[in-house]
T-cell receptor
């Protein structure tokens, strides 16, 4: 069966520090991978999605970046965190081809920037 | 612009029935999803509707009216564990998901 792992679960970081959130998927090949951010009282915001190794599409301009070094690994990074980067970050995967596919989410990473 | 509207919060009694409404305005439409999200946890898939009508899945049912841009999630025989946020999301013509802010459902004994 397919599983998705995301870590760390909780992170408290000072402003200006770097960030690395990691996500891996098991039990499937060539998944579509997504990074979402969820702010309180707002809908899920798509940050990045990837349809293959090294293929990253950015939905929102910001100081975050994403990389997909392996088929089932997706990393969200920042060189210098801002206060506004605080939130609940969710990795998700879906099967190919794109379309009306169900998203399966990781457990989430709660980031607090102080 | 694209928009999803759903109530911020609802309260219901254990054992009762509750209907959570969602209206959407999107550029094209390729279906509507409902997800359940318990506090501090990830969303989990509940239903997907692309054709008009009611789809029943155990205690949960989801309804879609494409002409009205309207969906609802119906929860029957409410249990305490149904306390959660319910997220509505519409798929636009580019197969991008547009998410609502979620409806927090509080179940009282």
């Amino acid at each position: 069966s397919q599983t998705i792992h995301q870590w760390p679960a909780t992170l408290v970081q000072p402003v200006g520090s770097p960030l690395s959130l990691e996500c891996t998927v098991e039990g499937t090949s060539n998944p579509n991978l997504y990074w979402y951010r969820q702010a309180a009282g707002r809908g899920l915001q798509l940050l990045f999605y990837s349809v293959g190794i090294g293929q990253i599409s950015s939905e929102v301009p910001q100081n975050l970046s994403a990389s997909r070094p392996q088929d089932r690994q997706f990393i969200l990074s920042s060189k210098k965190l801002l206060l506004s980067d605080s939130g609940f970050y969710l990795c998700a995967w879906s099967t190919r081809p794109s379309g009306a596919n169900v998203l399966t989410f990781g457990a989430g990473s709660r980031l607090t920037v102080l | 612009g694209q928009n999803i509207d759903q109530p911020t919060e609802m309260t219901a009694t254990e054992g009762a029935i509750v209907q959570i409404n969602c209206t959407y305005q999107t550029s094209g439409f390729n279906g509507l999803f409902w997800y359940q999200q318990h506090a501090g946890e990830a969303p989990t898939f509940l239903s997907y509707n692309v054709l008009d009508g009611l789809e029943e899945k155990g205690r949960f049912s989801s309804f879609l009216s494409r002409s009205k841009g309207y969906s609802y999630l119906l929860l029957k025989e409410l249990q305490m564990k149904d306390s959660a946020s319910y997220l509505c999301a519409a798929l636009d013509s580019n197969y991008q998901l547009i998410w609502g802010a979620g409806t927090k459902l509080i179940i009282k004994p």
